[in-house]
């Protein structure tokens, strides 16, 4: 399907929330329609479909023309027509709408019209985004019905003057039939830089004015299993009028200077004053201001009147007390200017998607968000108007960004920020688990979660709008009856200097003790176990030396059980501890027995986010070998517990601060 980016040349007119009828443009060269063949099966045959794009002095415009035969009635849903566009970019353009049958051709739009959808769809995301939707239902639309489509529509963005840039695509699974990509400019002057995967390059058809792609019955095309999201561009072109990215980056900074001024006498002059004579050091100051923009002004995304691009000024977000990120990033850009802290704006991709964006064409249509990045005191830090108020000024942003673009007026490149195994934990789930009272008693269990990154943050949304009343009603209901017994205490606080969410649960479990007559009783510790990795392998046909793609992750696990009182601690053991690296990823766990207590702790750390394809298929090797068994304990009162050989000092639950930075959750030579 057709992504396109950004246009310019905005028309204000109440016509252009309607749907207007009107003539196919003459850009437009509607493919030849292909024969259904006579065993023709699954939902729809089309018989061709043009998506087209057209740059011209008015911006940009975008087609879609098909022709379909419809086969099942699952496929009837194709009579529910929709069209989405923002009236800054002129009104949508219906060309036709016909149904063919036995030789015969109905026009729909005789009897029929599109009804409008005015309201905002997407109200409860907080987005106004000024987007109409217009929608038809095709009357009387049967199996072995062709219907039969046309219409053209605009995107428009004031700041992007004659700039264009954007993406054509077919999709990896489309069904039989023609299939016809496209672009178009108007005169020489428009022809924009195009770049595209080898498969298009193949099936590129170039001319004076245009390049097309044509495509009749395109095979599906998986993309290569496991590899990193640079290689899953597939049958894609890219086209931008843009230099390079240092030009996006001039052509946007100075709309965020502008957007940051903040004129003599407005009232955020008098609470940068505030901030200042508050705080002394920068970095407090900084993190003053960032508490300000994030917690005085809530996030609603505004794309109003070309607003999706243009940032409003410091001003208007803090008269509204309301903006996005854009709005935002200027407030705060204003606030630390005034508090004579240096800063920029830097667009970013916050879907995680930005692998790869050094071998794509500039196109700021690829980021889809805005944060600021400051240097206060010799460092740099990053500070997100849009996050929760606990997260403040940070020396890394809380997405793993990889490729960034700062805004600035002489004009930045594009920057890769390193990546690196993380060294704090996104995750550690602590049970103590007191079992003194016997074999056949609850145990008295403690479960702390302490848990960092957008999932703290998300939890600290969600779990400080509650009560205790209503945080302990919540758990009670979610987890008690499984192996929670009862709960009866539950607390939760956000730490923000370990920028951790930290819940706490106490009540009662029944442990499940297993009891054999050759050995004794015998538990399993929460937590303590691993599946054995999958095989890192492709599917024939795709290219099998690529690298592999692990997704980041620093998962921590740690158990103490305190045992019967009335028995010998000499009478325990436990199963042996392991240090594993496999596909990139340590494996680590380790046991310790003293003061009454077994101990264990288990951590797995994606130590490497790729793997070369000859390192996976030696490890595809190792996996038989791999200790998947459970962090089993052992109770063997008949003559005592023979000493376990792989013993690690494991601190206990309650020994250490399991906030702090450096915690044992890998061996020591992995953490250095």
Same mark, same amino acid.
């Given at each position: 399907?057709? /992504?396109?980016?950004?246009?310019?040349? !905005?028309?204000? /007119?109440?016509?252009?929330?309607?749907?207007?009828?009107?003539?196919?443009?003459?850009?437009?060269?509607?493919?030849?329609?292909?024969?259904?063949?006579?065993?023709?099966?699954?939902?729809? =045959?089309?018989?061709?479909?043009?998506?087209?794009?057209?740059?011209?002095?008015?911006?940009?415009?975008?087609?879609?023309?098909?022709?379909?035969?419809?086969?099942?009635?699952?496929?009837? @849903?194709?009579?529910?027509?929709?069209?989405?566009?923002? !009236?800054?970019?002129?009104?949508?353009?219906?060309?036709?709408?016909?149904?063919?049958?036995?030789?015969?051709?109905?026009?729909?739009?005789?009897?029929?019209?599109?009804?409008?959808?005015?309201?905002?769809?997407?109200?409860?995301?907080?987005?106004?985004?000024?987007?109409?939707?217009?929608?038809? &239902?095709?009357?009387?639309?049967?199996?072995?019905?062709?219907?039969?489509?046309?219409?053209?529509?605009?995107?428009? +963005?004031?700041?992007?003057?004659?700039?264009?840039?954007?993406?054509?695509?077919?999709?990896?699974?489309?069904?039989?039939?023609?299939?016809?990509?496209?672009?178009?400019?108007?005169?020489?002057?428009?022809?924009?830089?195009?770049?595209?995967?080898?498969?298009?390059?193949?099936?590129?058809?170039?001319?004076?004015?245009?390049?097309?792609?044509?495509?009749?019955?395109?095979?599906?095309?998986?993309?290569?299993?496991?590899?990193?999201?640079?290689?899953?561009? @597939?049958?894609?072109?890219? =086209?931008?009028?843009?230099?390079?990215?240092?030009?996006?980056?001039?052509?946007?900074?100075?709309?965020?200077?502008? /957007?940051?001024?903040? !004129?003599?006498?407005?009232?955020?002059?008098?609470?940068?004053?505030?901030?200042?004579?508050?705080?002394? &050091?920068? *970095?407090?100051?900084?993190?003053?201001?960032?508490?300000?923009?994030?917690?005085?002004?809530?996030?609603?995304?505004?794309?109003?009147?070309?607003?999706?691009?243009?940032?409003?000024?410091?001003?208007?977000?803090?008269?509204?007390?309301?903006?996005?990120?854009?709005?935002?990033?200027?407030?705060?850009?204003?606030?630390?200017?005034?508090?004579?802290?240096?800063?920029?704006?830097?667009?970013?991709?916050?879907?995680?998607?930005?692998?790869?964006?050094?071998?794509?064409?500039?196109?700021?249509?690829?980021?889809?968000?805005?944060?600021?990045?400051?240097?206060?005191?010799?460092?740099?830090?990053?500070?997100?108007?849009?996050?929760?108020?606990?997260?403040?000024?940070?020396?890394?942003?809380?997405?793993?960004?990889?490729?960034?673009?700062?805004?600035?007026?002489?004009?930045?490149?594009?920057?890769?920020?390193?990546?690196?195994?993380?060294?704090?934990?996104?995750?550690?789930?602590?049970?103590?688990?007191?079992?003194?009272?016997?074999?056949?008693? !609850?145990?008295?269990?403690?479960?702390?979660?302490?848990?960092?990154?957008?999932?703290?943050?998300?939890?600290?949304?969600?779990?400080?709008?509650?009560?205790?009343?209503? *945080?302990?009603?919540?758990?009670?209901?979610?987890?008690?009856?499984?192996?929670?017994?009862?709960?009866?205490?539950?607390?939760?606080?956000?730490?923000?200097? /370990?920028?951790?969410?930290?819940?706490?649960?106490?009540?009662?479990?029944?442990?499940?003790?297993?009891?054999?007559?050759?050995?004794?009783?015998?538990?399993?510790?929460?937590?303590?176990?691993?599946?054995?990795?999958?095989?890192?392998?492709?599917?024939?046909?795709?290219?099998?030396?690529?690298?592999?793609?692990?997704?980041?992750?620093?998962?921590?696990?740690?158990?103490?059980?305190?045992?019967?009182?009335?028995?010998?601690?000499?009478?325990?053991?436990?199963?042996?501890?392991?240090?594993?690296?496999?596909?990139?990823?340590?494996?680590? %766990?380790?046991?310790?027995? %003293?003061?009454?207590?077994? &101990?264990?702790?288990?951590?797995?750390?994606?130590?490497?986010?790729?793997?070369?394809?000859?390192?996976?298929?030696?490890?595809?090797?190792?996996?038989?070998?791999?200790?998947?068994?459970?962090?089993?304990?052992?109770?063997?009162?008949?003559?005592?517990?023979?000493?376990?050989?792989?013993?690690?000092?494991?601190?206990?639950?309650? +020994?250490?601060?399991?906030?702090?930075?450096?915690?044992?959750?890998?061996?020591?030579?992995?953490?250095?």
């Amino acid at each position: 399907m057709l /992504a396109a980016a950004l246009a310019q040349a !905005p028309v204000h /007119a109440e016509d252009n929330k309607q749907v207007q009828r009107g003539p196919t443009p003459a850009w437009v060269v509607p493919s030849e329609l292909l024969p259904v063949p006579e065993d023709a099966g699954g939902l729809l =045959f089309v018989r061709r479909q043009d998506i087209l794009a057209h740059l011209d002095a008015q911006g940009q415009a975008q087609h879609l023309g098909y022709r379909t035969r419809i086969l099942h009635p699952n496929a009837l @849903q194709l009579g529910n027509i929709s069209i989405s566009w923002n !009236p800054v970019s002129g009104p949508p353009v219906v060309h036709q709408v016909n149904v063919h049958r036995d030789g015969e051709t109905i026009d729909v739009l005789k009897d029929a019209s599109f009804e409008i959808l005015r309201r905002e769809d997407q109200l409860e995301a907080a987005m106004l985004d000024g987007i109409l939707t217009a929608v038809l &239902r095709v009357p009387d639309l049967r199996v072995g019905d062709e219907i039969e489509v046309g219409v053209t529509t605009r995107v428009s +963005d004031p700041t992007l003057a004659k700039n264009d840039s954007g993406l054509l695509f077919l999709l990896p699974a489309p069904p039989p039939g023609r299939f016809r990509l496209g672009l178009s400019w108007e005169d020489e002057g428009r022809k924009p830089r195009i770049k595209m995967t080898p498969d298009m390059a193949a099936a590129a058809r170039s001319g004076d004015r245009g390049i097309d792609f044509r495509f009749d019955d395109p095979a599906m095309q998986a993309p290569p299993k496991d590899a990193p999201a640079r290689y899953q561009w @597939q049958r894609t072109v890219e =086209f931008t009028n843009f230099a390079d990215w240092a030009a996006i980056s001039r052509h946007f900074a100075p709309l965020y200077a502008k /957007a940051a001024q903040i !004129p003599d006498g407005s009232p955020l002059k008098a609470e940068a004053r505030r901030i200042a004579a508050a705080h002394q &050091r920068p *970095l407090d100051r900084a993190a003053a201001a960032l508490k300000l923009v994030q917690q005085d002004v809530r996030y609603v995304y505004v794309g109003l009147d070309g607003g999706n691009l243009v940032p409003a000024s410091a001003e208007e977000s803090w008269r509204r007390r309301y903006g996005d990120c854009k709005g935002k990033t200027a407030l705060l850009l204003g606030l630390l200017a005034e508090l004579g802290i240096a800063a920029e704006a830097v667009l970013v991709n916050n879907r995680g998607a930005d692998d790869g964006f050094d071998e794509r064409l500039p196109n700021p249509g690829l980021f889809d968000h805005v944060l600021v990045r400051a240097r206060i005191d010799g460092k740099v830090y990053w500070l997100d108007g849009t996050l929760p108020a606990v997260a403040g000024p940070a020396v890394e942003p809380a997405i793993a960004y990889r490729w960034v673009l700062p805004l600035s007026e002489q004009g930045s490149t594009i920057q890769k920020r390193e990546w690196r195994p993380a060294s704090r934990p996104d995750e550690i789930a602590l049970y103590e688990i007191d079992a003194r009272a016997g074999f056949d008693q !609850p145990a008295q269990v403690t479960s702390t979660t302490i848990t960092r990154g957008i999932g703290g943050l998300q939890q600290q949304v969600q779990l400080s709008a509650l009560t205790a009343d209503q *945080l302990l009603n919540a758990m009670r209901q979610e987890i008690v009856g499984s192996t929670w017994q009862t709960v009866d205490e539950v607390k939760w606080r956000y730490d923000q200097k /370990a920028g951790a969410s930290i819940l706490t649960i106490r009540g009662t479990w029944e442990l499940d003790w297993d009891e054999y007559a050759s050995y004794g009783k015998t538990f399993a510790l929460p937590g303590g176990g691993f599946n054995p990795p999958e095989k890192r392998v492709r599917p024939a046909g795709q290219d099998q030396d690529l690298p592999y793609y692990n997704k980041p992750e620093f998962d921590c696990r740690v158990t103490t059980v305190r045992l019967p009182s009335a028995t010998d601690p000499a009478d325990w053991t436990f199963k042996s501890g392991f240090d594993t690296h496999i596909f990139g990823k340590n494996y680590y %766990r380790a046991f310790d027995i %003293r003061d009454g207590s077994i &101990r264990m702790v288990r951590g797995l750390r994606v130590d490497r986010q790729e793997i070369d394809a000859a390192s996976a298929q030696r490890d595809n090797g190792r996996i038989a070998a791999f200790d998947n068994s459970k962090a089993w304990i052992y109770y063997s009162p008949e003559g005592g517990a023979a000493a376990n050989p792989i013993r690690k000092p494991v601190p206990a639950t309650y +020994d250490i601060d399991w906030t702090a930075d450096n915690v044992p959750c890998l061996s020591l030579a992995a953490m250095r």
